[in-house]
């Protein structure tokens, strides 16, 4: 069955990087359109950003230019580097994955950015 799991987050400074890692399993990887989205507390999941199976990349803009999406098919694992953090970056980081018409998502991981 498809699985999902992040890592990486934890609690950073205002200006400060992470890197966020979901391994993902039961599907063919490499083939697949992978996307992080966010939640905020109180507010609704919003769409970060997404790879394609080719490595084209797309970011909502409030984060274009801050943060990466990468992804290593050997190791069917993507990543969001994260980089100038700040108070609104806080939220719940998740992984999805369009399978088979099926949206599949990991339980999180979440970023505080905190001083």
């Known amino acids: 069955q498809v699985q999902l799991e992040e890592s990486g987050g934890g609690l950073v400074q205002p200006g400060g990087s992470l890197r966020l890692s979901c391994a993902a399993s039961g599907f063919i990887f490499s083939l697949n359109v992978m996307a992080w989205y966010r939640q905020a507390p109180g507010k609704q999941r919003e769409w970060v950003a997404t790879?394609?199976?080719?490595?084209?990349?797309r970011y909502r803009g409030s984060v274009k230019g801050r943060f990466t999406i990468s992804r290593d098919n050997a190791k069917k694992t993507m990543y969001l580097q994260m980089n100038s953090l700040n108070a609104e970056d806080t939220a719940v980081y998740y992984c999805?994955?369009?399978?088979?018409?099926?949206?599949?998502w990991g339980k999180g991981t979440l970023v505080t950015v905190s001083s």
């Open positions: 999805n994955a369009p399978v088979s018409g099926t949206n599949y």
């Open positions: 790879i394609t199976n080719d490595g084209s990349t």
